[in-house]
Structure formats: C-alpha cells, structure tokens
C-alpha cells in the first residue's frame, strides 16, 4: 500500500518568504502525486498534480512541485508567501484501479506579516 | 463552475441514531468517493462508488456503512448505528474519468455525542 509522509504539522514563515514544503512517497512505480489545500471550514481545493508528463508541476497561486524519482519526494513551493496562503496543505498519492487518493497527516502553513 | 455540494454542512446525533449524510456530485462525473477527517488526523478513504457499485472499500467502511446513488444526482453515506468514533468530517469528491482529478465537496462535520 501506498503511504505519504509529510516533514512538519507546522511550517510558519514571513510574508514575502520562500514556501517548502515536504512530501515524501512510497511507491516504488511513480504515481500520480498531488497536492490540496484546506481553507478554514472549507473542502480540499486542488493546488496541483503530478502525472508523469513533467518533473515540474505549476500550479495555482503560485505554487509549483517538483517530482524527484530518486529522493520520492515531491515538495511543494512558492517564491513568496502571501497571507492568503494560510491553510493546511496535504500531499496525496494515487492508489489502485480507482485511484484512492491516501493522504499525508497534513501541514498547516502559518504566514506572519 | 460546477461544483460538489454536501448537506447538511453540520450534522449533531446520538449514539446510535442513523444518519445519512448527502452529497451532490457534478453531473458528468461517473466515479464517486466518500473520504473522512478525524479531528487533527489525515483525511482517509471510505469508498468509492462506480456504475452503481461499491468498487472498493476501506477497512473503516463496515457493515455499519452503506452508500446509494437513489435518483441518478445524489450520493449518500449512510451510517446505521453512530458511534463516537465516528465523529469526524465527510467529503464527498467525484470525478468524470478514473485518472482526472477528483473534486471534493466542503464536508459534513458529523458529531457524535
């Protein structure tokens, strides 16, 4: 089974400051990767997915990911961070002939002024 | 844009009492899938849910669990007997074809007292 670990609940950074965040994944076979976020009291929102046609993946509001077969990472970021950007954000992998989506445990992205 | 609906956005019941939790999946999509989020914890897999049948199941989704498509537009959960564990927030997502993305509804937070 699939498993997708995500390094750090929390992340806080400044307004204007880099975003990493960290998605690491298990399979063995690349999979289709995604990333959502959580706005308060509101559902997941797709910020990008990986499907094996670029290592690169650009996203909305300025997010992109870069998917890396050797370290079965792929982490989320984005050159400057905003204040609108403070959700939880999770990193999800693909899984089985109807492509559950198993999700990583979350991080919540803290942006101070 | 169309979108995933869910009703009720909060739902309050006994132990014990049956609930029935609805989502509205957008019209073209054919793969139907229910997810859930204890507090603090990651979203997991119920169910998915394709031409009018489960296609797979999670070990969390037992006998007390049961899903229908009645009438060709809604999507129900339905859970016979609650239980305290299963307080928790209920996303429904749905998708036109198996490998595109799947499109979740803002939930249902389901108490249990």
């Known amino acids: 089974a699939q498993s997708v670990t995500q390094l750090g609940s929390h992340v806080s950074v400044s307004e204007g400051a880099l975003v990493l965040l960290r998605c690491n994944y298990s399979?063995?076979?690349?999979?289709?990767l995604f990333w959502y976020v959580q706005y308060p009291n509101q559902g997941l929102q797709l910020l990008l997915k990986?499907?094996?046609?670029?290592?690169l993946v650009k996203g909305i509001n300025g997010f992109e990911a870069e998917f890396k077969k050797s370290e079965t990472s792929f982490h989320l970021t984005k050159p400057s961070a905003h204040m609108s950007d403070a959700a939880e954000y999770f990193c999800?992998?693909?899984?089985?002939?109807?492509?559950?989506?198993?999700f990583g445990t979350g991080t919540r992205l803290l942006v101070s002024p | 844009e169309p979108e995933v609906t869910q009703t009720p956005s909060h739902q309050v019941t006994q132990m014990g009492q049956e609930v029935i939790l609805r989502c509205v999946p957008i019209?073209?999509?054919?793969?139907f899938y229910w997810y859930r989020q204890i507090l603090g914890q990651k979203v997991e897999f119920l169910v998915s849910?394709?031409?009018?049948?489960?296609?797979?199941k999670s070990e969390i989704f037992d006998d007390q669990f049961s899903v229908e498509r009645p009438d060709g537009s809604n999507f129900t959960l339905k859970i016979r007997s609650t239980k305290l564990e299963d307080s928790a927030m209920y996303f429904c997502?749905?998708?036109?074809?198996?490998?595109?993305?799947?499109?979740f509804g803002p939930g249902t937070r389901l108490l249990v007292l």
């Open positions: 997502a749905s998708t036109r074809q198996v490998q595109e993305t799947q499109y």
């Open positions: 399979s063995s076979v690349p999979p289709y």
């Open positions: 990986y499907t094996s046609a670029a290592t």
């Open positions: 999800a992998v693909s899984e089985g002939s109807f492509q559950k989506l198993v």
């Open positions: 019209s073209n999509h054919l793969y």
């Open positions: 849910f394709y031409n009018n049948e489960i296609s797979e």
